[in-house]
């Protein structure tokens, strides 16, 4: 199909010397870049947390025993009591 454009002369020059570069036509690289605008939003695989755990996960909880105000103690000494 036929249409007419109006491009900005910036953009257009490039273009033009990409198809050059690349041995191919202004509209093929037009049509290529349409196609990019125009497919859909890649979907980024989620990030993962690496497992660097160490012991025996079955191993009871150390800090299970302590309290709040305990663990605040143990972690802050007098500052955390502030």
């Known amino acids: 199909m036929k249409t007419t454009l109006d491009i900005h002369d910036e953009?257009?020059?490039r273009a033009k010397r990409r198809a050059?570069?690349?041995g191919r036509s202004l509209r093929a690289v037009v049509?290529?870049?349409l196609r990019l605008a125009l497919a859909p939003p890649r979907v980024r695989?989620?990030?993962s947390m690496?497992?660097?755990r160490e012991g025996d996960p079955q191993a009871p909880d150390p800090l299970e025993r302590y309290s709040w105000p305990?663990?605040?103690e143990l972690i802050y000494g007098d500052s955390g009591t502030r």
């Open 70 to 72: 305990e663990l605040r």
């Open 50 to 52: 690496p497992d660097l």
């Open 45 to 47: 695989p989620s990030y």
């Open 31 to 33: 049509e290529e870049g």
């Open 20 to 22: 050059k570069v690349e």
């Open 11 to 13: 953009l257009l020059v």
